[in-house]
C-alpha cells in the first residue's frame, strides 16, 4: 500500500519540477529575443555606418573635383598669361 505522504511528495516534486521547466522554456526563449533584437540593431548600426561612408566619400569626391577643376582652370589661366607676355616679348625685341 502507498502511502498518502509519498503521493503528495510526488506531486509536489512532478510540479517543482514543471515549474523549473517552464521558467528555463521562458528563459531560453527571452534569451533568444535578446539575441535577436541585438542582430536587428547591430545591423541597423552597420546599415547607418555604411550610408555615412558612402555620403562622406560622396562629399570628399564632389570636393576633389572642384579642387582638380579649379587647379586646371588656374593653370589654364597662367598659361594664357605666360603666351601672352612671351609675345608680348617677342614683338618688343622685334620692334
Known amino acids: ?3 498518502w505522504n509519498n503521493i503528495v511528495c510526488l506531486f509536489v516534486s512532478r510540479k517543482q519540477t ?3 521547466l517552464k521558467q528555463q522554456m521562458s528563459d531560453y526563449w527571452a534569451n ?6 541585438h542582430g536587428t540593431n547591430e545591423s541597423k ?3 547607418d555606418y555604411d550610408a555615412q561612408c558612402l555620403h562622406k566619400d560622396a562629399v570628399d569626391q564632389q570636393n576633389k573635383k572642384g579642387y582638380l577643376m579649379q587647379y586646371r582652370d588656374d593653370n589654364k589661366t597662367v ?6 607676355e612671351s609675345c608680348d616679348t617677342a614683338r618688343s625685341h622685334v620692334t
Open 1 to 3: 500500500m502507498i502511502h
Open 18 to 20: 514543471r515549474e523549473t
Open 32 to 37: 533568444k529575443r535578446d539575441l535577436f533584437w
Open 45 to 47: 548600426v552597420c546599415i
Open 79 to 84: 598659361s594664357e598669361i605666360q603666351t601672352r
